[in-house]
């Protein structure tokens, strides 16, 4: 079965703090994709990655940075979090071509910035 | 178990053909319903759906949600080669923190 895994479905944090949104796949996957979801906006891309220590931005990517140490692990970073940060994020992964329009999605994690 | 089921999982019709592509879903404290088009690099946000028997409209696109019988169709008329997707049908629940479920898609190919 696929399975994509967020380290945390709820998030609390202040306004400057660093946050980590961690996501992991264990399909052996190339792709990895970080996505917020806000209300009446959809699906947004923030940033991705198509290889370890490779990473191309989104959508949005202001106000946030990303690695790629390894290729089952994807982590999102808040570098300091501002309250319109406070979201659902979430994180994907897709296979190589020439399946890779089929991303598979993890639970989220709903943050909060105070 | 919160689950959301699509159908057909792939389909292919002609250029000009209307096609209906189904969403049915079982979940507790339902939000909304929301449908996507997927392609090569990230879903594309089409509809949001939280109020039975509105129909929503974009172009050629229109989808319609019954919160009764619990599903939503989305049907594209007049179909382009452009429409070839996958097309993602998710639930947003309101529970003690949000969540969203996304269904498996439905492949969509539309031929010259």
């Known amino acids: 079965d696929v399975k994509v895994t967020q380290s945390s479905r709820y998030l609390v944090k202040r306004t400057g703090e660093k946050v980590f949104l961690e996501c992991v796949q264990d399909?052996?996957?190339?792709?990895m994709f970080w996505y917020r979801q806000d209300p009446g906006l959809g699906l947004r891309l923030i940033y991705f990655?198509?290889?370890?220590?490779?990473?191309e931005k989104g959508d949005i990517p202001e106000g946030y940075s990303v690695s790629r140490e390894k290729k089952e692990r994807f982590s999102l970073i808040l570098e300091s979090a501002s309250t319109n940060q406070t979201s659902m994020y979430l994180c994907?992964?897709?296979?190589?071509?020439?399946?890779?329009?089929?991303?598979?999605f993890g639970p989220g994690t709903r943050l909060l910035v105070l | 178990e919160d689950k959301v089921v699509q159908s057909p999982l792939s389909l292919v019709v002609h250029e000009g053909d209307t096609v209906t592509l189904n969403c049915s879903y079982e979940?507790?404290?339902?939000?909304?319903l929301l449908w996507y088009k997927q392609e090569k690099k990230a879903p594309t946000f089409l509809f949001m759906l939280?109020?039975?028997?509105i129909e929503k409209k974009s172009g050629r696109l229109s989808s319609i949600l019954d919160k009764k019988e619990l599903f939503s169709i989305l049907n594209i008329t007049a179909t382009q080669t452009g429409d070839s997707a996958i097309y993602l049908c998710?639930?947003?629940?309101?529970?003690?923190?949000?969540?969203?479920?996304f269904g498996p898609g439905t492949s969509l190919s539309v031929i010259p």
């Open positions: 998710a639930v947003e629940l309101s529970t003690s923190y949000d969540k969203v479920i």
């Open positions: 939280t109020s039975s028997g």
């Open positions: 399909m052996d996957h190339e792709n």
């Open positions: 994907a992964s897709s296979p190589p071509p020439p399946n890779q329009e089929t991303q598979y």
């Open positions: 990655s198509y290889d370890v220590k490779m990473k």
């Open positions: 979940v507790t404290n339902f939000r909304s």
